[in-house]
């Protein structure tokens, strides 16, 4: 059986609402568009891999479900910024990434938006975001999940770390932010949003 098939099932069977990404990629779309077509309905999860049996997985988060995505990297390094926090945490399903970061999924009982560099090397994937699922492979390197632990719901914890108010607000992102779905573009971070720039152009977040 195919190997991505399978990945993307069990997506669907815990009921997330996934789609299909182009091979090798991040943001390059198939559907026409993710955020109207993301399902969980096994027959089209299984009729998507079967036309396109190396299409990376798309996970769209918001309704209830949330990625905090931890950069691990030189320039980002919010694995040290996490660990005062996570301890408090719910123990919770973790994806590693391509690049090495993790992607801690919770559940939630309110909408939480997206947000860029809620501290140091965190983001947030909530309402109109998604992630890239296990599985994928991007430059010959896979997602895959490092804690294969049960969503876990949200706690008071999570909730104050996500709200912070100290020190610099948070950038949350406006309407004219955004571009139309199903674009492709080169940019990484999996929300279709451009970061506005001092040139007055638009550049694309990172990725996830």
């Known amino acids: 059986m195919n190997p991505m098939l399978d990945q993307a099932l069990n997506y669907a069977q815990e009921h997330f609402k996934i789609f299909p990404l182009k091979v090798n990629s991040k943001s390059e779309q198939i559907l026409k568009s993710w955020k109207k077509e993301a399902t969980d309905d096994l027959h089209q999860v299984q009729t998507w891999w079967r036309e396109y049996p190396d299409a990376n997985i798309g996970v769209k988060t918001g309704d209830g479900f949330i990625v905090i995505v931890v950069a691990n990297n030189n320039e980002r390094n919010g694995k040290e910024i996490m660990e005062p926090y996570i301890e408090k945490f719910p123990k919770a399903k973790i994806v590693r990434t391509s690049n090495d970061d993790w992607h801690v999924y919770y559940y939630v009982d309110r909408d939480i938006p ?18 890239v699922g296990a599985g994928s492979q991007i430059d010959g390197r896979k997602y895959f999940v ?8 949200a706690n008071d914890a999570v909730y104050d770390f996500i709200n912070r108010k100290d020190k610099y607000p948070t950038k949350q992102l406006k309407d004219y932010e955004k571009i139309y779905e199903g674009k492709m573009v080169s940019g990484t971070y999996l929300v279709d949003e451009f970061y506005p720039q001092p040139d007055g152009g638009m550049g694309p977040f990172r990725t996830c």
């Open 114 to 131: 997206c947000q860029i560099d809620l501290y140091e090397g965190i983001d947030i994937q909530g309402e109109g975001g998604y992630v």
């Open 146 to 153: 490092s804690l294969d632990a049960p969503i876990a719901k």
